[in-house]
């Protein structure tokens, strides 16, 4: 087996912990270590590990080869270009970025140091979408809903950074091509920030997606249907599956003939699989799944769809609050 990659994690909240703990066991890398603003938490957490706990940044930097990077994302642009500039590859908890401009300036910065930057979009990891994109052959019409209870967990961020990013991501992937034409509407509900949000994205090739995030539900739903000639495909993310509906026409028949099937999909980890695929990349200098342009590409899809919300409660006379937002937990 080759030599192991020393990764570290910056920021241990709940989150953050979740990664140090399953870096913990992955098996061609060493968790070196943890470091945190709070020295409490990241004790806490490396003497759980049987791993150190890092004094500061910088001394974490100079420790290890990679590092797994959840903390808010104000603080993400400045903390990963001072991991470049050690020679650090980073996996940054999305959304990439305050900004596009952030964006773009991190990953010119990670190009030009020859270091691997993925962002943390895990779902491109869920079995149930991995087996639907493999299953994607013209997809038209998305139908996407990720409603959740209301919870005290990233309120100083609206919805579509929080949670409709993820899909608006898959939705990027799965139809590879540019959105052409954005429309959206949200509210704030339980906090100041917008709390419930629909967005309708056409695309260049003619594709439409319908996306709905919330999180003042009363139950928790993670569904993403797409519909291609012949084809209904759904995924359910809690369960990790996809089941494709699908219509065969046989001339022999009275008249065409409707199927189901379940797709195969490996028992993997959403989480696990993001962190053994970021450290496959540091190892063999592979491109990421989810490099810096991807992530760049969904937070800019996201911005325009904020944009739209915006536009939309000037003319209802509703102004809304706009914040730096954050990925994971403090």
Same mark, same amino acid.
Request: hydrophobic fraction near 45%; glycine fraction near 6%; proline fraction near 4%.
């Given at each position: 087996?080759?030599?192991?990659?020393?990764?570290?994690?910056?920021?241990?909240? !709940?989150?953050?912990?979740?990664? $140090?703990?399953?870096? /913990?066991?992955?098996?061609? %890398?060493?968790?070196?270590?943890?470091?945190?603003?709070?020295?409490?938490?990241?004790?806490?957490?490396?003497? @759980?590990?049987?791993?150190?706990?890092?004094?500061?940044?910088?001394?974490?930097?100079?420790?290890?080869?990679?590092?797994?990077?959840? +903390?808010?994302? %104000?603080?993400?642009?400045?903390?990963?270009?001072?991991?470049?500039?050690?020679? #650090?590859?980073? =996996?940054?908890? /999305?959304?990439?970025?305050?900004?596009?401009? @952030?964006?773009?300036?991190?990953?010119?910065? &990670? !190009?030009?140091?020859?270091?691997? =930057?993925?962002?943390?979009?895990?779902?491109?990891?869920?079995?149930?979408?991995?087996?639907?994109?493999?299953? $994607?052959?013209?997809?038209?019409?998305?139908?996407?809903?990720?409603?959740?209870?209301?919870?005290?967990?990233?309120?100083?961020? *609206?919805?579509?950074?929080?949670?409709?990013?993820?899909?608006? *991501? =898959?939705?990027?992937?799965?139809?590879?091509?540019?959105?052409?034409?954005?429309? $959206?509407?949200?509210?704030?509900?339980?906090? *100041?920030?917008?709390? +419930?949000?629909?967005?309708?994205?056409?695309?260049?090739?003619?594709?439409?997606?319908?996306?709905?995030?919330?999180?003042?539900?009363?139950?928790?739903?993670? /569904?993403?249907?797409?519909?291609?000639?012949?084809?209904?495909?759904?995924?359910?993310?809690?369960?990790?599956?996809?089941?494709?509906?699908?219509? !065969?026409?046989?001339?022999? $028949?009275?008249?065409?003939?409707?199927?189901?099937?379940? =797709? @195969?999909?490996?028992?993997?980890?959403?989480?696990?699989?993001?962190?053994? &695929?970021? #450290? !496959?990349?540091?190892?063999?200098?592979?491109?990421?799944?989810?490099?810096?342009?991807?992530?760049? @590409? %969904?937070?800019?899809?996201?911005?325009?769809?904020?944009?739209?919300?915006?536009?939309?409660? %000037?003319?209802?006379?509703?102004?809304? &609050?706009?914040?730096?937002?954050?990925?994971?937990?403090?």
């Amino acid at each position: 087996m080759s030599e192991s990659i020393a990764v570290g994690v910056i920021g241990v909240g !709940e989150y953050g912990s979740n990664h $140090a703990r399953q870096l /913990k066991e992955v098996e061609s %890398a060493e968790l070196v270590g943890v470091y945190d603003l709070n020295p409490d938490r990241a004790r806490a957490l490396a003497a @759980e590990l049987g791993v150190r706990a890092f004094e500061s940044l910088d001394e974490l930097l100079g420790a290890v080869q990679a590092a797994s990077v959840v +903390i808010p994302t %104000a603080l993400h642009a400045e903390t990963a270009s001072r991991a470049f500039a050690r020679g #650090v590859d980073v =996996l940054l908890e /999305k959304p990439i970025t305050r900004s596009v401009e @952030e964006a773009d300036r991190i990953i010119r910065q &990670a !190009e030009e140091a020859g270091r691997i =930057l993925q962002v943390g979009h895990v779902e491109r990891f869920n079995p149930g979408v991995v087996a639907a994109k493999a299953a $994607a052959r013209n997809p038209l019409f998305f139908e996407v809903h990720r409603l959740g209870v209301f919870s005290a967990r990233s309120l100083d961020v *609206d919805v579509v950074f929080d949670l409709m990013i993820h899909d608006l *991501d =898959l939705v990027l992937w799965m139809t590879g091509a540019r959105p052409a034409e954005v429309r $959206a509407v949200g509210l704030p509900v339980l906090s *100041d920030k917008v709390d +419930i949000a629909n967005a309708r994205v056409e695309f260049s090739n003619g594709a439409v997606a319908n996306l709905t995030a919330s999180r003042v539900s009363t139950e928790k739903v993670r /569904k993403f249907r797409y519909f291609q000639p012949y084809e209904y495909v759904s995924i359910d993310f809690t369960r990790r599956d996809a089941l494709v509906l699908s219509v !065969e026409r046989d001339p022999s $028949a009275d008249g065409p003939r409707v199927g189901f099937r379940k =797709l @195969e999909t490996e028992t993997r980890e959403p989480l696990r699989a993001e962190l053994e &695929a970021f #450290v !496959e990349s540091v190892r063999t200098r592979r491109p990421p799944l989810v490099g810096g342009r991807e992530g760049r @590409e %969904a937070l800019a899809l996201a911005d325009q769809v904020m944009n739209c919300i915006e536009q939309h409660a %000037a003319r209802v006379n509703y102004p809304l &609050a706009r914040a730096a937002g954050r990925a994971g937990e403090l």
